[in-house]
């Protein structure tokens, strides 16, 4: 069903953005390591309760409860380099974090795919659920490094330093420039999705 791939998508994707917005700035002064782990642990748990969800609503249910975890991973994840590599290396590490990002979501629909053709959806749902708990595991590893010194706060001075970056983007061209293109790129990204269940239950008759 289109309508319900739309519903999935939206769920999983708008908690990320909402989140970004309204509260990155004090994301990235939360404990790091405890958030990432704790985001970790959402994600397995999510995934591994799938497996048994088989309605629809569940699904997107699941899935936004999913994204909502997933939201606080990234910043974190991003916001670390800095603290684990030093001021010379920033550069080469987030191109190594972007690449290795980008080969994963060109071979994760292929694993995917195989991996249900062999072992059926429920058994890759819990991999991936595993999977997550080797990241939390990683991530304990790692230790606190991870973390900023900058301490949390919340209020005037979170919303002024929002609307400052808003502003940031809105102002320098090149920052502008990225926002539109990266959000058409995944408007049309997530319109393929939901175009691709009617081209092939509809047009194609493939099933």
């Given amino acids: 069903s289109a309508w319900w791939v739309s519903i999935l998508l939206f769920a999983e994707l708008v ?23 704790l985001s970790d642990l959402g994600g397995a748990a999510c995934f591994g309760v799938l ?21 606080f991973f990234r910043p974190g994840c991003y916001a670390a380099i800095p603290n684990l590599v ?3 290396s ?12 980008n080969f994963a979501t060109l071979m994760g629909p292929v694993i995917a795919g195989v991996g249900i053709a062999l072992l059926g959806s429920s058994t890759v749902y819990a991999l991936n659920a595993v999977s997550f708990l080797v990241s939390a595991l990683l991530l304990v590893r790692i ?3 991870l973390q900023s010194e900058i301490a949390a706060r919340i209020g005037r001075t979170h919303w002024r330093e ?7 983007v809105r102002d320098n061209r090149h920052l502008s420039s990225i926002f ?6 995944t408007l049309a990204y997530t319109g393929i999705n939901v175009a ?3 081209l092939t239950t509809d047009a194609y008759g493939a099933g």
Avoid: Y
């Fill in 51 to 71: 497996p048994f969800v088989h309605s629809p609503a569940g699904i997107c249910a699941v899935s936004a409860l999913a994204g909502f975890s997933a939201a």
């Fill in 143 to 145: 230790g606190n490094r």
């Fill in 86 to 88: 030093g001021k010379e």
């Fill in 90 to 101: 920033v550069v080469a590490a987030n191109a190594l974090m972007q690449g290795a990002e």
């Fill in 180 to 185: 539109l293109i990266w959000s058409w790129a």
């Fill in 162 to 168: 929002v609307r400052a970056g808003l502003t940031l």
């Fill in 15 to 37: 908690p990320g953005v909402i989140l970004g917005i309204a509260v990155g700035p004090l994301i990235d002064r939360w404990p790091r390591q405890r958030m990432m782990i």
């Fill in 196 to 198: 691709e269940i009617i």
